[in-house]
T-cell receptor
Framework: NAGVTQTPKFQVLKTGQSMTLQCAQD?????MYWYRQDPGMGLRLIYY???????DKGEVPNGYNVSRLNKREFSLRLESAAPSQTSVYFC???????????FGPGTRLTVT | GEDVEQSLFLSVREGDSSVINCTYT??????LYWYKQEPGAGLQLLTYIFSNMDMKQDQRLTVLLNKKDKHLSLRIADTQTGDSAIYFCAEIGDAGGTSYGKLTFGQGTILTVHP
C-alpha cells in the first residue's frame, strides 16, 4: 500500500495563478481531508469529505475549492492564488470519523 | 473555541525517557492523538486514545490521559536519536457532529535527542 499520496511535492505560483493539488489513498477509506500547516498555528482544516459524493467546509475554506472525484481521490483547487496561501498542504484520510487519520507527505506551496 | 497547548521544546539524552505534555480545553473531546513529524515529511500517526481510557501502551510508547485536568502525555521509553522529530498532540470533539474532521492540533513539541 502506498497509503496517502500527494502531488506535486513543491510548487511556486505567482499571485493570481490557479492550480490543483492532487491527493489519492489506497486504503479504501471513506473520509478524506485537506489541512494547511503554518508556523506556530498547527494544522487547520480547509475542507473535508465525509464520504464519496460529499464535501464540507472546515475552518479556513476561503480561497479554496475541492472535488471528491471518487472514493480514492480528493483534490484541492486554488482558483486565484494569494501570498497568504503560502503554506504546506496535507491531505489525510481515515476509515471513518474518530479513527486515526493518515497523512500524505505534504505539498509545499509558495505564492509570490 | 477549542485550544490545545504543548511546550515547544524538549531535549533528552539517548536512552532516557521522554515525556511530552499536552493540555486541551475541549470538554467534549472524544479521541486524542499523537502524531510525529520528521523534517520535511508528513505527519505519522503514532497512537490515539479514546476519552474513556486513562492509559494506553504500545511498545515504547505510553499515553496517559487525565480527563479531569484535560492533560495528555506521551512517554517514549529508551529514547533514540531516530525519535528526534516534532510531536503533535491533537483532539477531536463530538465526532459526527459539527466538529467533523476538525482535529485541533497543538503547536508541536520539538524533541531533540542527544547521543
Amino acid at each position: 500500500n502506498a497509503g496517502v499520496t500527494q502531488t506535486p511535492k513543491f510548487q511556486v505560483l505567482k499571485t493570481g495563478q490557479s492550480m490543483t493539488l492532487q491527493c489519492a489513498q489506497d486504503m479504501n477509506h471513506n473520509s478524506m481531508y485537506w489541512y494547511r500547516q503554518d508556523p506556530g498555528m498547527g494544522l487547520r482544516l480547509i475542507y473535508y469529505s465525509a464520504s464519496e459524493g460529499t464535501t464540507d467546509k472546515g475552518e479556513v475554506p476561503n480561497g479554496y475549492n475541492v472535488s471528491r472525484l471518487n472514493k480514492r481521490e480528493f483534490s484541492l483547487r486554488l482558483e486565484s492564488a494569494a501570498p497568504s496561501q503560502t503554506s504546506v498542504y496535507f491531505c489525510a484520510s481515515s476509515e471513518r470519523e474518530g479513527t486515526g487519520k493518515y497523512f500524505g507527505p505534504g505539498t509545499r506551496l509558495t505564492v509570490t | 473555541g477549542e485550544d490545545v497547548e504543548q511546550s515547544l521544546f524538549l531535549s533528552v539524552r539517548e536512552g532516557d525517557s521522554s515525556v511530552i505534555n499536552c493540555t486541551y480545553t475541549d470538554s467534549s473531546s472524544t479521541y486524542l492523538y499523537w502524531y510525529k513529524q520528521e523534517p520535511g515529511a508528513g505527519l505519522q500517526l503514532l497512537t490515539y486514545i479514546f476519552s474513556n481510557m486513562d492509559m494506553k501502551q504500545d511498545q515504547r510508547l505510553t499515553v496517559l490521559l487525565n480527563k479531569k485536568d484535560k492533560h495528555l502525555s506521551l512517554r517514549i521509553a529508551d529514547t533514540q536519536t531516530g525519535d528526534s522529530a516534532i510531536y503533535f498532540c491533537a483532539e477531536i470533539g463530538d465526532a459526527g457532529g459539527t466538529s467533523y474532521g476538525k482535529l485541533t492540533f497543538g503547536q508541536g513539541t520539538i524533541l531533540t535527542v542527544h547521543p
